[in-house]
């Protein structure tokens, strides 16, 4: 029993980690902008495809893992400033259906660059393989990736408790007007959030390119599981969604073993239970990251 | 009342009437039927957001999924038991309708954002039933079915694609005629009021949870009905209907034509609906366009194009129902928690 | 019945570590003008809102005609007979005075769920009404302007208007005078008394304008920092040297 279950445990805290990852980054812009970012899973693609560029122009799996993300983000910033800024002031409703546009010219454009179908992501020979914990293998490259992730929400943690930027972040999510009356640059603010949303897809796109593959609709496949862990762990909780993620990553991965047809299925049906004992999810309460 | 108004009826009316003419008009200038009639149950689909967004003032991005439920439950009840035409629609109709009981009530938890987020979550639940479900839905490859012939009284027919156009056309001047006569009831006016102040209408001693359910379950028979139409229309169902996409698109249909308005739903159905199947003839790289249309729209026509005609025209009439494109967030409401020193009471928008 | 409308037994709401009220007790009479007054922060709009179930006091109890209603759901409350504005007029800017009145009448008559219109009776009868609503605020000539190209005394009357249009015996009035012109204030003032000389209704008000305090009401309630200073009759307060020392630099006490 144990060795088909703890092969599952792994796959399913590593897509926790996964699914945190997203959850946070949606959650930090949707906090402090008010806005649903619908094409955060074509930003996770992205991340994907350029480390899949680098690597294949002969740059280390390392440096693709460092750089893509950035890169990611600077594309971030550029759509925050061009597009998404005239809108936060208005109802969510044109950022949702912008993010959307967005995410549908995304897919063609990566379809048009890389190939419909998925492009082989080669992961470095000093990756494949697993360290033996009791009598079970753990692949390497999922201690990897929950390595990377969790140092990144370390940081992310860090940043938004320990910084004077990151406070003021947090006091600008509670109360936009206040912080401007201050003297801080909220546009600078807004633009930092979210690049720091988009890095983190972007990161979770990479890695995410190495072990779960990558296609043009890759990324969004990851988007609605992190929806539904925003919601499971409480909206505006950081705590709230890497509890969540990873209580969303071992439900898939048990069904999966289990009962594959309601891999999905199960997720909603946990989202539900869990917003009827507690309505606001997990760790919810609005608007404070910590 | 008004003579503008009265004058708007009359136009309305006349609309209604010219429409039952489309095919032929559309035969001469070489456009199938079948696309006609896709805008007309694309319109009364695009009804149910706009009773939600335009009228309600809620992030409607889920309406796909009853949309969908309204093919699946044409198909599978036309694949299984071999129902005529009208059992079909309605099965689709009812499915759509249990389906907004299901999640209904997770959504009236939450406004604004929040709202969006958890009918988006919620509404793809649907989405990946049909989707793993394949020994009954057929899964990602969908399913195909026999369109059934119509029994309706006296009348036993097979139903072609004038047909289809007729009955999809008969339902969107009824769908049409509810929807007007919606607004413009007691019911209709406190969901209007709910738009521009949740608060005081609370104040005023009405469970808003209440009305805002009753909407989304109106707004789900309209997806419903646009759904089993679409369903009969192509004779196949397939998973893609149901999915946030697909919401997105009839989102964006309702704000280009105009949100809070009768006849937006159909103007923007009739821009979508041609614009994509024009677009995806020309290139095979529509999804550009479609996505560049979408934030062009966003950036370019914030209020529609009947909303921008609307405005230059009619400034002055105190229209109750020609809403506008804002909708208020008050996110935190009765028994919640919120920070001192928030003023309350006004209508809030997110920063 | 007893001649104390809505009593509050020591409420106390905390935000986060923050004290908003704490421990308050308040009794209003019936058929009384009853202000709340103290400085900025005295936590007199946090009462307030958990009088009306705007939110929940974290203890304590509101008891509205001897009922318990300290957990009742702020919509539950209005049908018992409480009635209340807001800071900021709290109205449907996009619809006309009339449309906004109708909203409140159609919700009093029990016909908002409605889907067919009131039959020609009942249609009378709800005009009549809104005639009569608009007649006590003085609005008559701005029937079917739209709320929002009013004045904003104006949306304030429109907003007591809506409120009145539920029936209620209490109304909680939050700063009624806030932003107010001063020939508003006066318009305003008179609708106020007239709340209680006219209808016989009692009448809670939070209000920052002592002159108005003073000539309105017949008991006031002095807050500050979260907790009851004073109370008493307007002229007892007026010369009560706490409330003066808590209000020092003011100048309108100065002046009475």
């Known amino acids: 029993m144990f060795e088909r279950l703890a092969p599952e445990i792994f796959n399913g805290l590593m897509l926790g980690a996964f699914y945190a990852a997203i959850a946070i980054g949606l959650s930090l812009i949707m906090n402090l902008t008010g806005t649903i970012n619908m094409a955060h899973g074509s930003f996770l693609t992205l991340g994907g495809y350029l480390a899949y560029t680098l690597i294949s122009k002969g740059t280390s799996f390392w440096f693709a893992l460092l750089v893509a993300p950035i890169l990611t983000a600077l594309v971030g910033i550029i759509v925050e400033r061009l597009l998404m800024r005239p809108l936060y002031r208005r109802d969510p409703v044109y950022s949702l259906l912008l993010t959307f546009g967005l995410s549908l010219i995304a897919e063609e454009v990566y379809r048009l660059i890389w190939g419909s179908n998925g492009v082989p992501f080669g992961i470095p020979p000093s990756l494949s393989g697993g360290i033996a914990v009791a009598d079970f293998q753990v692949p390497k490259i999922q201690i990897l990736i929950a390595t990377v992730l969790a140092l990144a929400l370390a940081l992310l943690w860090f940043f938004l408790n320990q910084t004077r930027v990151g406070l003021r972040l947090r006091a600008a999510v509670q109360d936009a007007e206040m912080i401007a009356a201050l003297g801080t640059n909220t546009q600078v603010l807004y633009m930092v959030n979210f690049a720091l949303g988009i890095f983190l897809a972007g990161l979770a796109g990479v890695l995410a390119g190495a072990q779960l593959g990558l296609n043009p609709t890759s990324g969004n496949a990851l988007l609605m599981p992190a929806f539904v862990t925003v919601i499971v762990g409480g909206m505006g909780s950081l705590l709230g969604a890497i509890a969540g993620g990873l209580l969303i990553g071992l439900t898939v991965s048990m069904m999966t073993l289990f009962f594959p047809a309601f891999s999905e299925v199960a997720i909603y049906v946990l989202m539900a239970l869990i917003l009827l004992i507690r309505p606001r999810g997990l760790f919810g309460e609005e608007g404070i990251f910590g | ?351 | 019945m007893s001649d104390v409308v809505l009593e509050a037994l020591n409420i106390s709401k905390f935000f986060g570590g923050v004290r908003a009220v704490d421990d308050v007790s308040l009794r209003v009479k019936r058929g009384s003008i009853h202000a709340v007054i103290g400085p900025n922060g005295a936590g007199k709009t946090t009462f307030f809102n958990a009088l009306s179930g705007f939110y929940f006091p974290d203890s304590g109890t509101v008891r509205f005609n001897g009922a318990d209603v300290t957990r009742e759901l702020n919509w539950k409350r209005v049908a018992r007979g409480i009635g209340r504005t807001f800071q900021t007029p709290s109205v449907f800017p996009e619809l006309s005075v009339h449309h906004n009145l109708l909203i409140g009448t159609q919700a009093e008559r029990g016909i908002a769920f409605h889907f067919s219109l009131p039959g020609r009776t009942q249609h009378r009868e709800i005009e009549e009404r809104i005639d009569e609503l608009l007649g006590f605020v003085n609005l008559g000539n701005v029937k079917h302007r739209l709320v929002a190209e009013l004045s904003h005394g104006s949306q304030r009357l429109v907003e007591i208007a809506v409120s009145l249009s539920t029936n209620p015996q209490l109304v909680l009035l939050d700063e009624p005078m806030a932003g107010l012109a001063e020939a508003d204030t006066v318009r305003v003032v008179n609708v106020i008394r007239d709340l209680r000389d006219r209808l016989g209704l009692t009448v809670l008000f939070v209000e920052h304008n002592m002159r108005v305090v003073l000539s309105l009401s017949h008991y006031v309630t002095v807050m500050n920092r979260g907790r009851i200073l004073a109370e008493g009759t307007p002229q007892a307060i007026a010369a009560n040297s706490v409330v003066r020392e808590a209000y020092l630099g003011s100048e309108v006490i100065a002046n009475v």
């Open chain 2, 1 to 351: 009342m008004n003579r503008s108004r009265s004058r708007g009826a009359v136009l309305g009316f006349a609309l209604l009437v010219a429409l039952g003419f489309a095919p032929q008009v559309g035969r001469l200038v070489h456009v199938d039927t079948s696309i006609i009639s896709e805008v007309l149950l694309t319109a009364i689909a695009a009804m149910a957001v706009n009773l939600l967004l335009g009228y309600i003032g809620l992030n409607a991005f889920g309406t796909a999924s009853f949309f969908g439920l309204g093919a699946y439950g044409a198909a599978l009840s036309i694949a299984n038991y071999h129902v005529g035409f009208v059992t079909a629609l309605l099965v689709g109709t009812i499915a759509a309708l249990l389906g907004a009981c299901v999640i209904a009530p997770f959504l009236l938890r939450r406004r604004g954002i929040y709202f969006a987020l958890l009918f988006i979550a919620f509404g793809q639940v649907f989405y990946f039933l049909a989707y793993r479900f394949s020994n009954i839905t057929g899964g990602e490859d969908g399913m195909s079915f026999p369109r059934p012939p119509l029994h309706l009284g006296p009348l036993h027919r097979s139903v072609d694609e004038l047909g289809m156009y007729y009955v999809t056309y008969s339902l969107f001047v009824l769908s049409t005629i509810v929807m007007w006569l919606l607004v413009r009831s007691p019911f209709g006016r406190t969901l209007n009021a709910i738009r521009q102040n949740e608060l005081r209408v609370r104040y005023l001693g009405l469970n808003t949870d209440r009305f805002i359910f009753v909407g989304i379950l109106v707004a789900a028979v309209f997806s419903g009905i646009g759904g089993a139409l679409y369903g009969l229309l192509l004779r196949f169902a397939f998973p893609l209907l149901l999915d946030w996409h697909q919401s997105g698109d009839f989102v964006l249909m309702t704000i280009l034509g105009g949100s809070g308005t009768i006849f937006g739903p159909l103007l923007g159905a009739l821009i979508f609906v041609l614009g994509k199947d024009i677009i995806s003839t020309i290139t095979p790289l529509w999804q550009i366009f479609l996505g560049g249309f979408f934030v062009i729209c966003v950036l370019g026509f914030p209020k529609g194009i009947v909303g921008t005609i609307g405005d230059l025209i009619a400034r002055r009439a105190a229209s109750p129902v020609l809403a506008e494109e804002n909708a208020l967030d008050v996110s935190v409401l009765g028994a919640a928690a919120r920070e001192p020193g928030v003023t309350e009471g006004t209508p809030r928008r997110r920063p």
